[in-house]
């Protein structure tokens, strides 16, 4: 969330600032509303000021044994004045806090200018995409003829978009995580295991809440909801508390399934592993001070290509631009893989850097020895979305005969095995 007097004090920047994300933001409903807070504020307390005195005056009537009735009215009118003010006080507030949570995060001054994905900025590109001899297959395909999972009879089960993994692929699957979070944990990370169950104001912390509804998964009853990543309950253990500064940064990692309704996305990428209702993620967060967080974001990303790099699987990152930003971002990095099938790199981490807007929302603050306070900084990223590392696995590492070469990495973790078909 925004910090609205940030907003009044730089509005034009501001404006402009949001004029370079996609979609329409506006931020003078918000400065209205602001200045609607700040009269009313006023009011009331020129209200209690005269109901102040009042009160001296009448104790001074009674004491001298004068008149003191028509000031008591003027006290009792005043005070039904000020429950009249609280009660408009309130719905400004409460409108306010709604119409700063619709407004995205103001993008980082080293963010690409720019509308779509063709103007984000490649920063690196690492390994070589490999050459074959033969037409590789999709992971989709490797997939089903080796037995791994088995999206039809998920289908069967749950309906489209989810993969029901079996025998070698099930094993795989919790290989990816267990090496994710083992390589995490030796790296720094306190490992996690949240609940997946949130309730509105958790989904509301992270930004999830208004602007991302109808891509969640909502329980009925008592209106929680499913995570659509572990960022969501990670980030919230914090909420409401006030940190001391010799206690950040912090760094956390977790694996859960996720869920998302990916509303909008229809007809992209329906097909094999990469876009479904539900897989599942290790999650990287980071807490710190406002000063050390450009710094995390580029250890996060690093924490993240670790991964990519040990297991011999060829990526790249890039920039995003202004206008592919995420909605709570203040600067991403996106970790590309290489899928052969598709002739592209394919996104498999997001890294961001919220800045305070998600610590604004929850009220995760920091006091220094010396007194000083403020919100610190949130980050997270994907360390790495394990169904996706999967499919780039078995694209990359593909054989002519059908069968897949498994990555040294995740040999120890494969029971010895070095190949699967």
């Given at each position: 969330?925004?910090?609205?007097?940030?907003?009044?004090?730089?509005?034009?920047?501001?404006?402009?600032?949001?004029?370079?994300?996609?979609?329409?933001?506006?931020?003078?409903?918000?400065?209205?509303?602001?200045?609607?807070?700040?009269?009313?504020?006023?009011?009331?307390?020129?209200?209690?000021?005269?109901?102040?005195?009042?009160?001296?005056?009448?104790?001074?009537?009674?004491?001298?044994?004068?008149?003191?009735?028509?000031?008591?009215?003027?006290?009792?009118?005043?005070?039904?004045?000020?429950?009249?003010?609280?009660?408009?006080?309130?719905?400004?507030?409460?409108?306010?806090?709604?119409?700063?949570?619709?407004?995205?995060?103001?993008?980082?001054?080293?963010?690409?200018?720019?509308?779509?994905?063709?103007?984000?900025?490649?920063?690196?590109?690492?390994?070589?995409?490999?050459?074959?001899?033969?037409?590789?297959?999709?992971?989709?395909?490797?997939?089903?003829?080796?037995?791994?999972?088995?999206?039809?009879?998920?289908?069967?089960?749950?309906?489209?978009?989810?993969?029901?993994?079996?025998?070698?692929?099930?094993?795989?699957?919790?290989?990816?995580?267990?090496?994710?979070?083992?390589?995490?944990?030796?790296?720094?990370?306190?490992?996690?295991?949240?609940?997946?169950?949130?309730?509105?104001e958790t989904m509301t912390g992270t930004g999830q809440l208004p602007k991302f509804e109808e891509d969640?998964?909502?329980?009925?009853?008592?209106?929680?909801?499913?995570?659509?990543?572990?960022?969501?309950?990670?980030?919230?253990?914090?909420?409401?508390?006030?940190?001391?500064?010799?206690?950040?940064?912090?760094?956390?990692?977790?694996?859960?399934?996720?869920?998302?309704?990916?509303?909008?996305?229809?007809?992209?990428?329906?097909?094999?592993?990469?876009?479904?209702?539900?897989?599942?993620?290790?999650?990287?967060?980071?807490?710190?001070?406002?000063?050390?967080?450009?710094?995390?974001?580029?250890?996060?990303?690093?924490?993240?290509?670790?991964?990519?790099?040990?297991?011999?699987?060829?990526?790249?990152?890039?920039?995003?631009?202004?206008?592919?930003?995420?909605?709570?971002?203040?600067?991403?990095?996106?970790?590309?893989?290489?899928?052969?099938?598709?002739?592209?790199?394919?996104?498999?981490?997001?890294?961001?850097?919220?800045?305070?807007?998600?610590?604004?929302?929850?009220?995760?603050?920091?006091?220094?020895?010396?007194?000083?306070?403020?919100?610190?900084?949130?980050?997270?990223?994907?360390?790495?979305?394990?169904?996706?590392?999967?499919?780039?696995?078995?694209?990359?590492?593909?054989?002519?005969?059908?069968?897949?070469?498994?990555?040294?990495?995740?040999?120890?973790?494969?029971?010895?095995?070095?190949?699967?078909?």
């Amino acid at each position: 969330m925004l910090d609205i007097k940030w907003i009044a004090e730089h509005e034009e920047e501001a404006r402009r600032a949001l004029e370079s994300r996609s979609g329409s933001y506006d931020i003078s409903r918000a400065l209205e509303l602001d200045r609607s807070r700040r009269d009313i504020i006023k009011d009331v307390e020129a209200l209690k000021a005269r109901r102040n005195k009042n009160s001296e005056e009448v104790a001074k009537l009674k004491r001298l044994g004068g008149d003191a009735s028509a000031l008591i009215l003027d006290t009792k009118e005043v005070g039904e004045a000020i429950k009249a003010l609280d009660e408009a006080l309130n719905a400004v507030e409460s409108e306010l806090k709604e119409t700063l949570l619709s407004l995205p995060n103001i993008p980082d001054k080293t963010v690409p200018i720019g509308k779509t994905d063709a103007d984000n900025r490649e920063v690196r590109r690492v390994g070589t995409p490999p050459s074959f001899a033969f037409t590789p297959a999709p992971h989709w395909e490797t997939g089903e003829k080796l037995g791994l999972f088995d999206t039809a009879l998920a289908a069967k089960l749950s309906g489209a978009r989810y993969a029901l993994y079996k025998g070698d692929g099930a094993r795989l699957e919790r290989a990816l995580y267990t090496f994710m979070l083992d390589t995490h944990t030796k790296r720094g990370y306190t490992e996690i295991m949240p609940p997946y169950v949130v309730t509105r104001e958790t989904m509301t912390g992270t930004g999830q809440l208004p602007k991302f509804e109808e891509d969640a998964f909502k329980l009925t009853g008592d209106g929680g909801f499913l995570i659509p990543t572990a960022e969501v309950p990670v980030t919230n253990m914090l909420r409401g508390e006030t940190l001391k500064s010799a206690d950040l940064p912090q760094s956390y990692c977790a694996y859960t399934a996720c869920f998302r309704a990916e509303a909008g996305s229809a007809g992209r990428d329906t097909r094999g592993l990469i876009r479904l209702h539900q897989f599942n993620k290790v999650e990287l967060v980071k807490f710190t001070l406002p000063e050390a967080s450009d710094a995390a974001l580029e250890t996060l990303t690093a924490d993240a290509e670790e991964i990519l790099k040990r297991l011999g699987l060829p990526y790249r990152v890039v920039s995003l631009c202004t206008g592919d930003l995420g909605f709570g971002s203040a600067k991403t990095y996106d970790i590309e893989v290489w899928m052969p099938s598709y002739g592209r790199y394919v996104e498999i981490s997001s890294c961001s850097n919220y800045k305070d807007f998600q610590a604004r929302r929850m009220s995760v603050k920091y006091k220094t020895p010396e007194g000083k306070s403020g919100l610190v900084h949130t980050l997270n990223g994907s360390g790495l979305a394990v169904g996706r590392t999967f499919a780039a696995i078995l694209e990359n590492c593909q054989n002519a005969d059908g069968a897949v070469t498994l990555p040294e990495a995740l040999v120890p973790y494969m029971g010895g095995r070095t190949g699967l078909g």
